[in-house]
């Protein structure tokens, strides 16, 4: 039977300084047990290198990079800053050579050079953003929430929150440098979020928080090797009887990537949409309670039965059974203790 382990990063206080919580899943019951805590200060966000050896983190003072080791235990390489306030995402392109930030606060995009053994090797570009939109402490001046490769690893797509678009820069893979080749314009006053590519890389989803809503793109280059974002679709995250204060949070896909899901924050609630393989588009199956408060990541499980939610502000993992036939969740077993979880990932461990 395969064998999946979970990193959970976490904020941490003057009283708890473990940032990563690591945890042992089964898959079959829809559960994870905690195996071990790293100390790490508030982990923001992390994520795993696509080659699956190497997890990447937040911190206060930068990024911290991991070997992962065959068991599921992390082995700390080293840290390095990013020579700005502390990020809020943080990505991988797809061949591992560079790692990519996203500054809320400052408004940011750093370019980190990676060393073939997964440590950092120095900073490669930064750009910070200019503009704002019009909402008040939202969207008043530049944030960076997101920065995403295009799955055929030429553009890097730097969600700027608070200039409502993408910011799609063209990457040298030589150099790490960023060079500014289209901009995908999101409504005013959506708040973009997140952006994700669909594995074959013909379709993107944008998430927005504030209008929550996701907006559906076709991608491609055309003959003059510049990307092509056509939008498609504006499908709303929420119920029509959703509760206010809405806020559209994260994404994540099915692992056959026929399914996409989303979290709502204020709503509190998970919804699940079918993907047309054709056209990329969305038909919402469900949104549903999850039990929690503010569920600011989910993730779903390899076998597509069971979905947990990662609730911020009520500290707590909460765990449910998916039938996407029938369209339902069921709370699975009790909630877990888990203080302000940010992000949550999963990986297969090697036979």
Do not use: W
């Amino acid at each position: 039977m395969e064998k999946y382990v979970a990193y959970l990063s976490t904020y941490t206080d003057e009283k708890d300084d473990h940032g990563i919580r690591i945890y042992d899943v089964d898959v079959e019951k829809g559960r994870m047990t905690e195996r071990k805590r790293i100390k790490i200060t508030n982990a923001s966000y992390v994520t795993i290198a696509h080659n699956g050896e190497h997890l990447y983190s937040i911190t206060d003072t930068g990024v911290v990079a991991y070997r992962i080791e065959k068991d599921g235990e992390l082995t700390k390489l080293d840290r390095a800053s990013i020579n700005g306030m502390r990020g809020c995402y943080l990505s991988t392109d797809y061949t591992d050579s560079f790692l990519f930030v996203a500054g809320y606060h400052d408004g940011k995009i750093t370019v980190l050079k990676l060393k073939e053994d997964g440590s950092i090797e120095k900073i490669a570009d930064e750009i910070y953003l200019k503009g704002g939109g019009s909402i008040a402490e939202r969207n008043f001046r530049p944030h960076v929430s997101c920065v995403k490769m295009t799955r055929d690893n030429k553009f890097l797509c730097a969600v700027a929150t608070g200039n409502d678009h993408v910011m799609v820069y063209s990457l040298n893979p030589a150099t790490g440098k960023l060079k500014l080749a289209d901009i995908v314009r999101s409504e005013q006053d959506s708040g973009p979020k997140y952006i994700k590519f669909r594995r074959d890389g013909k379709f993107a989803y944008v998430i927005h928080e504030i209008s929550d809503t996701i907006d559906v793109y076709s991608y491609s280059v055309d003959d003059r090797g510049n990307p092509v974002f056509n939008k498609v679709q504006k499908i709303q995250t929420v119920n029509d009887y959703h509760a206010g204060g809405s806020a559209a949070c994260a994404m994540d896909f099915s692992p056959d990537h026929k399914y996409l899901f989303c979290s709502n924050a204020g709503d509190n609630s998970i919804g699940a949409f079918a993907i047309d393989d054709e056209t990329g588009e969305l038909t919402k199956k469900f949104v549903l309670p999850i039990s929690g408060d503010y569920p600011k990541d989910i993730c779903c499980f390899p076998d597509l039965k069971h979905i947990l939610s990662v609730n911020n502000e009520s500290d707590s993992l909460t765990f449910f059974t998916m039938d996407l036939k029938k369209n339902t969740i069921v709370m699975n077993g009790p909630q877990i203790n888990a203080p302000k979880g940010n992000s949550i990932v999963m990986k297969r461990l090697e036979d």
